[in-house]
């Protein structure tokens, strides 16, 4: 090779190297690319949708690491006229937040990375869950979780199938002072009683519409470990008492007459916590965000499983004219229902 061939050569070779070596870089961009941060809300028929939009979507929400509502799919139940109801004027509150209206679920799941199913029907949550989980996005259900234990199980079964992470949670787990309760302030805990509106829908189990609020609170100050179940109920009040397998009684004051509010008191070792007032949703919303950057649940299938079996226990209990009922038995019972589910 000749001498001016020979410097052409290595000239083009190196060239060729800066190029090959950009493209490889450009390429790992792609495989180590930051996760995308846009949410998609299924359902606009409850207050939830609107306030989570505003929180994430209104100015510096850089306690939410930037992530954003860009799209929603409005439809949610088709026949609880307080939901449907909603559902016209909800729209016109999140699109002043830049959020875009779909036609469809499938059509907004190919514009966000992460879904708030938000739904205010349960009957329908698994339905809807299950088109989250076809695509591959994590999911937050809100209240109520399902309108069954067999539904929710069926939930979780699919979770596990699609290795996609769930979790449901009420926003009262996060009530003032319970923070005190979990870090050991009080030492062990010994019992509970807390209560919340417990307002009826004839389309779900009685708890399942609004006691799940109070109910909530109740396990997170309390744990997994009930045994049994018993309800007291009337037209404005239910009583439902909780016996845990280590002896301890947890309580649960459904309201429906008079004030409303949330709270309770929890009993420990060292000392009594009074919890209350209500902290709103941003606990939640945080605890969201944590899940969607790290796949991470913080409320455990087999304890929302466990609320879940709770409250149904309670509506066989309250049948029954306030017998106990074991929660080991309606499990056993749902997880039948479950297993003829396809997910």
């Known amino acids: 090779m000749k001498p001016i061939e020979r410097r052409v050569f290595l000239k083009t070779a ?4 800066i190029g090959l070596s950009l493209a490889a870089s450009a390429n790992a961009g792609v495989f180590f690319k930051a996760p995308e941060k846009r949410i998609g809300i299924i359902g606009l028929d ?9 929180a994430l979507n209104s100015g510096d929400n850089s306690s939410f690491n930037g992530y954003k509502v860009v799209a929603a799919y409005p439809k949610g139940s088709n026949d609880i006229a307080s939901s449907v109801d909603r559902i016209p004027g909800y729209i016109t509150e999140v699109k002043k937040y830049g959020v875009e209206i779909s036609g469809s679920i499938e059509e907004m799941l190919t514009k966000v990375d992460f879904v708030l199913l938000e739904t205010n029907d349960g009957r329908l949550h698994l339905q809807q869950a299950m088109a989250v989980f076809k695509s591959g996005k994590r999911m937050f259900i809100d209240k109520p979780m399902t309108a069954s234990l067999a539904d929710a199980i069926a939930i979780f079964n699919a979770s596990k199938k699609y290795n996609i992470p769930v979790f449901s949670s009420s926003s009262l787990r996060y009530i003032t002072g319970m923070d005190e309760v979990l870090s050991g302030t009080i030492g062990k805990v010994t019992g509970a009683q807390t209560f919340s509106p417990a307002k009826l829908e004839k389309t779900h189990p009685d708890l399942f519409w609004y006691g799940i609020h109070g109910v909530e609170t109740l396990f997170t100050a309390m744990g997994t470990g009930c045994k049994s ?3 007291i109920s009337d037209a404005y009040t239910d009583m439902v008492v909780g016996t845990w397998d280590d002896g301890r009684i947890g309580t649960f004051r459904g309201i429906r007459k008079g ?9 420990g070792e060292k000392g009594i916590k009074v919890l209350g007032p209500y902290a709103g949703y941003n606990p939640l919303l945080e605890q969201i965000i944590k899940f969607f950057d790290t796949g991470q649940v913080p409320v455990k299938p087999e304890e929302t499983l466990e609320i879940l079996a709770f409250m149904e226990a309670a509506d066989i209990s309250k049948a029954k004219g306030g017998k106990p009922e074991s929660i080991a038995e309606v499990m056993k019972k749902a997880e039948a229902k479950a297993s003829k589910i396809l997910v």
């Open 259 to 267: 004030k409303e509010d949330y709270g309770g008191t929890v009993f």
């Open 14 to 17: 190196t060239l060729s190297g």
């Open 46 to 54: 409850t207050s939830h949708s609107v306030a989570f939009t505003k």
């Open 229 to 231: 179940v018993v309800r």
